[in-house]
């Protein structure tokens, strides 16, 4: 029972340790202006819940089906993150020395994840406590507390799954130490450095690692290429093969992409450019992006040949994207989920002010990339 509270500690201390190592001037640009666009954004929401409250108040399918299966799913997904993040904690290598036994190291991971679902239940109760008052639905303490029900529910179901099940992490950790395969990558890795995406990958000579994340990764982007290209063959239209094409290359390039090899103090101080190292880490991620892209992207172009314009725009947006996305997976080197969380809310905030401003935005989406950019360069070059 001493132990319990190991994990919120190590998470505590790593959360302090990360906020030390940030200078002022960042931590400032973090507060103040993620403060105001959090302020912008709340603003927004609240407009838009006063114009759509009438229609809202009344949407039955709304309030009976669509809110419990979207926190049904809000806590599965963040109870086995949750959960997940303390077992990677309670089972760390450096831990090994405490004669610690499996049950006392999952209960130490137990009070760690319910002790990070309180607050996350919290503010979904007031979230919805404060939407239901701000367009008039009646009873908001009861659909809070029903939401917060909902989400508690499948906090508690998917975390205690996770966490009777400690070994996932420990198979996935060991087949990750034993790559097999035939080396078929080797021919798409040759180029100089020859070993620097394989060591993004953490793969030797090209090997690659079969796990079930990674088949259903592949499942699922399979069946959007097929769905959208079916339904651009069957439509007779070019579009949704090439959204499909669009989304599912800028997905994979997402998924593959890794940039820890940046901040190597040994990379840094050999004599190879930053772009060149850039270039080549993006090279791989690119060209598995482009595979997938040309499949519906030949669908779109069969579907309807006269609209050759709608394929050809989707591959230059892809290539937008995929270097949109490759800076921010640069900036943030060490956080692969992050990256993709600020990525997509950059693109969500650019595409919801062009409704109001235009395509001026997009100036400032490309002002925060070359931003970024530059700040990634200066701490390669620097340290």
């Not at 270097?323 to 997509?344: E, I, K, Q, R, T």
């Not at 002002?367 to 200066?378: I, N, S, Y």
Request: charged letters at 15%; glycine letters at 10%; a positive charge.
């Amino acid at each position: 029972m001493r132990h319990d509270g190991l994990v919120l500690i190590l998470l505590r201390r790593e959360l302090v340790a990360g906020l030390r190592a940030m200078r002022r001037r960042d931590l400032a640009w973090i507060g103040l202006g993620g403060g105001g666009l959090l302020a912008y954004a709340i603003a927004d929401i609240v407009i838009a819940l006063h114009a759509a409250a009438p229609k809202l108040r009344h949407d039955q399918l709304l309030w009976m089906l669509g809110l419990p299966i979207t926190f049904g799913a809000l806590g599965c997904l963040a109870g086995n993150a949750m959960s997940r993040l303390c077992l990677s904690r309670a089972f760390a290598p450096f831990l090994k020395a405490l004669p610690l036994a499996a049950a006392e190291r999952r209960r130490m991971a137990a009070a760690g994840a319910f002790a990070l679902g309180l607050p996350l239940t919290l503010t979904i109760a007031t979230s919805v406590a404060v939407a239901c008052a701000v367009i008039g639905k009646p009873l908001p303490a009861a659909w809070s507390l029903g939401a917060a029900i909902l989400f508690a529910l499948a906090f508690g179901t998917a975390a205690l799954w996770r966490l009777r099940r400690p070994h996932l992490l420990i198979d996935e950790a060991a087949s990750e130490a034993a790559p097999v395969g035939r080396p078929w990558l080797r021919r798409l890795d040759r180029a100089r450095p020859r070993w620097l995406s394989s060591w993004a990958w953490k793969l030797p000579g090209g090997l690659l690692r079969p796990s079930w994340k990674l088949a259903a990764a592949g499942l699922l982007l399979a069946v959007a290429a097929i769905l959208g290209a079916w339904a651009s063959l069957a439509g007779r239209t070019a579009g949704p093969a090439a959204v499909a094409g669009l989304a599912g290359g800028i997905l994979v390039f997402m998924l593959s992409l890794r940039c820890q090899p940046l901040g190597s103090p040994v990379l840094r101080t050999a004599p190879i450019g930053f772009s060149r190292v850039w270039l080549r880490l993006v090279r791989l991620p690119f060209q598995l992006s482009l595979a997938f892209f040309l499949l519906p992207a030949g669908a779109a172009l069969a579907a309807e040949p006269s609209a050759w314009a709608v394929p050809v725009a989707s591959g230059l947006w892809l290539l937008v994207l995929n270097g949109a996305y490759a800076v921010f997976g640069a900036y943030f080197l060490d956080a692969p989920f992050v990256a993709m969380l600020s990525f997509a809310g950059a693109l969500a905030y650019a595409s919801y002010e062009t409704l109001e401003y235009g395509r001026t935005v997009l100036i400032g989406l490309a002002a925060l990339v070359f931003f970024l950019w530059h700040r990634t360069r200066q701490r390669y070059r620097n340290g």
